[in-house]
């Protein structure tokens, strides 16, 4: 055979492996189809609706509906054996009828669909059959059936657990809402404290006897009066930190602060106390050397009443204060240990941080920073009102003197006294109202 004969022949020959290689493909495609119905002998002898392939050759849930459009279908004009003879007969030649191609991952089980308790005992039971009849491997058949392996294996675990059926909601407790007087109560104090948060809020009003509610009632109050106060994301603290204090005085936070006071800068030394975030002592100088901290240091170590051996411990940064042969001295001559934080880390030093940011926020304003003598008093009003007034949400919105100089634990047991005699205040007053409202 010449090249010419070749090229003749060769469409011809390509063609009929094409056609050899569609027939197998169909003949495969029908004995899948086969062995998937027959999964379910036992459960379609049952009378139960069966998961089995769709028609066209994808995988579907059939139920009892779906059976009888199927067969509503079988019995319509096109669908007939004379129909099909009447169309063929039309066409002008014959028609051969084909299955279409199924689709790539087509889904019979939507994992997305809720499904009731017995849709799901169905599901898990046709997918036993199926492993029991034809022996496939279960990921293959959810692959199939389009069912992931972590839904299945959720299925059958509370199934085996026996808590596959339907959960009720059970509605919750109905709580009786604030009263007007209540209601006007925090909306006033909202605005007489416009720097606080609805936390520092509600309890503020607790310790005060202004108002007795949850933070989570404030937070809805002032929420639907348009009176809440978004605050700034705060930066996360080291996970490096200092020891944990247990007391008061056990450890202190030693940091410095610039201040631009017309017409020069002053530096703010201040000294806190990491158990109550109490600001000990505080000091306005014109320098930042050694011999300034130390003598405000010594200042706060003065003040204090009884001292442990090795406390207060202070915790600085690595600032040339801290590094000079003056504080080396003077730390050694009090036998105080002193801790540094890490290098270029001022997170680790966070609690001072965090309160100096808190003087330019709320204390140490430019209507205060005009001179030194005014800048002073604007401080110590500050600190008057921080250490005494002001409610800390680290220190469960109670002020640092409750931790400093009191007793939380029985601060915070009145607390939860006065919430529960509102409640019940509260409770009568509503069935009250709803009394002389039917009347």
């Given at each position: ?6 090229q ?9 492996v094409d ?20 999964c379910l ?6 009378g ?16 009892r509906?779906?059976?009888q459009?199927t ?8 669908s ?20 279409p ?9 939507r ?49 085996q657990?026996e808590?596959?059926t ?6 919750r ?16 104090t ?11 809020l ?9 108002a ?12 639907g009066?348009?009176?809440?106060r ?8 080291a996970?490096?930190r ?13 940091d ?24 000990v002592?505080?000091s ?12 405000t ?5 003065d ?8 406390e ?7 600032g ?28 680790s030093?966070?609690r ?12 140490l304003?430019e209507?205060?920073l ?5 800048a002073?008093?604007?401080?110590a ?8 007034q002001?409610?800390?949400l ?46």
């Amino acid at each position: 055979m010449n090249e010419q004969e070749v090229q003749k022949h060769a469409p011809s020959e390509t063609a009929s492996v094409d056609g050899r290689r569609e027939v197998e493909n169909r003949g495969r495609r029908a004995t899948e189809r086969t062995e998937c119905q027959r999964c379910l002998p036992a459960a379609r002898d049952r009378g139960r609706p069966v998961l089995r392939l769709g028609k066209e050759g994808s995988p579907g849930v059939l139920s009892r509906a779906a059976e009888q459009k199927t067969e509503t279908s079988r019995d319509s004009p096109g669908s007939t054996v004379g129909g099909r003879n009447q169309q063929a007969a039309g066409g002008g030649g014959r028609t051969e009828r084909r299955e279409p191609e199924p689709k790539k991952r087509s889904l019979a089980v939507r994992p997305r669909r809720r499904y009731r308790a017995e849709e799901k005992e169905l599901i898990l039971e046709t997918i036993r059959q199926a492993r029991l009849h034809t022996g496939q491997p279960i990921k293959k058949i959810l692959e199939k059936l389009g069912l992931s392996s972590a839904t299945y294996y959720r299925w059958q675990a509370r199934a085996q657990a026996e808590r596959l059926t339907d959960e009720v909601v059970v509605p919750r407790r109905r709580v009786p809402r604030p009263t007007p007087a209540e209601i006007r109560a925090v909306c006033e104090t909202a605005l007489d404290y416009p720097q606080l948060g609805y936390k520092r809020l509600s309890w503020l009003m607790v310790d005060e006897d202004i108002a007795y509610l949850r933070p989570w009632q404030v937070y809805e109050l002032l929420k639907g009066h348009d009176l809440l106060r978004r605050g700034e994301r705060a930066v996360a603290e080291a996970l490096r930190r200092p020891p944990e204090p247990e007391r008061p005085d056990q450890v202190w936070h030693v940091d410095l602060m610039y201040l631009y006071i017309q017409p020069r800068w002053y530096y703010l030394v201040d000294i806190l106390d990491g158990y109550s975030r109490f600001l000990v002592h505080w000091s306005l100088n014109l320098t930042m050397t050694a011999d300034t901290v130390t003598l405000t240091v010594q200042e706060a170590l003065d003040g204090l009443d009884c001292r442990r051996q090795g406390e207060p411990k202070l915790v600085h940064d690595h600032g040339s204060q801290f590094l000079s042969t003056e504080w080396r001295q003077f730390v050694e001559g009090a036998k105080i240990i002193d801790i540094r934080t890490r290098v270029a880390h001022p997170q680790s030093n966070g609690r001072l941080e965090r309160l100096h940011r808190t003087h330019r926020q709320e204390g140490l304003t430019e209507a205060v920073l005009v001179d030194y003598a005014q800048a002073v008093a604007g401080m110590a009003d500050w600190a008057n009102y921080y250490n005494y007034q002001r409610p800390h949400l680290a220190l469960k919105c109670m002020r640092p003197i409750d931790y400093y100089r009191g007793d939380p634990q029985a601060r915070l047991a009145a607390r939860e006294q006065k919430l529960a005699l509102a409640l019940e205040a509260r409770k009568r007053y509503w069935q009250a109202y709803e009394t002389v409202k039917e009347r």
